[in-house]
């Protein structure tokens, strides 16, 4: 059983608009949110993170807002590139372990 | 520097044999962790190590065993594959300070027949 759940498996998205990407946990113990990129034949690498005690963290074009309350957390890709296309997977930290949600592939049409 | 590397980049194994993926990383990191990932499923933890000497079970550890000799390598045995256990397999490290995230491998490709 996932401890946390990620949507929507895909998504397609048109240069320059919007991707959003939602997961939600239950876990109250988990202190660190990380959003991790994955391109084809490659290992996850860190996009951005955010700890529960900030509602909102923007690095570039990638925003994570984070809802302690509704236990709650999602990526915002403003502005979409093709280059950014690729599977994304949120994650929480409990005990220094995370747990990855399943993932989402974006896919950015030119 | 080269980070983490994995060995080998993909193997076809056939059921009921012996295999061990090697992970080494060259960022003196005390914590290293072994995932496996499927479609659909995201990466599951399958073991880890807080430090060379010691190492615990994550979400998934059955069919699989791992040792911590020295701080830079963290191989994974497969006793007695089975068809159940193909998958991409992720090593990664992480360093002491509380916000150091996970640093990933580039992984292995394991089919089991």
């Known amino acids: 059983q996932q401890q946390v759940k990620q949507s929507p498996q895909s998504l397609i998205v048109q240069k320059g608009g919007i991707s959003i990407i939602n997961c939600a946990y239950e876990?109250?113990?988990?202190?660190?949110f990380p959003w991790y990129q994955q391109f084809p034949g490659k290992g996850p690498a860190l996009l951005i993170a955010?700890?529960?005690?900030?509602s909102e963290k923007k690095e570039g074009r990638f925003t994570i807002s984070f809802n302690k309350s509704a236990k709650q957390f999602s990526l915002h890709i403003m502005d979409s590139q093709p280059g950014d296309s690729a599977t994304y997977f949120c994650a929480a930290r409990n005990d220094y372990k995370l747990s990855f949600g399943a993932g989402t592939t974006v896919t950015v049409r030119a | 520097i080269a980070g983490i590397t994995q060995a080998p980049t993909s193997q076809i194994l056939a059921a009921g044999r012996r295999m061990t993926l090697r992970c080494t990383q060259d960022m003196r990191h005390n914590a290293m962790y072994w995932y496996r990932q499927d479609l659909g499923l995201g990466l599951r933890l399958i073991h880890y190590s807080n430090t060379a000497g010691t190492t615990g079970k994550g979400e998934v550890p059955d069919g699989y065993s791992v040792s911590r000799a020295n701080t830079d390598d963290f191989p994974l045995t497969l006793a007695s594959a089975v068809p159940s256990q193909t998958s991409v397999y992720f090593c990664a490290s992480k360093g002491t300070s509380n916000t150091d995230t996970q640093y990933f491998g580039p992984g292995t490709r394991l089919t089991v027949l």
């Open positions: 876990n109250t113990a988990f202190d660190y």
């Open positions: 955010i700890r529960p005690d900030v």
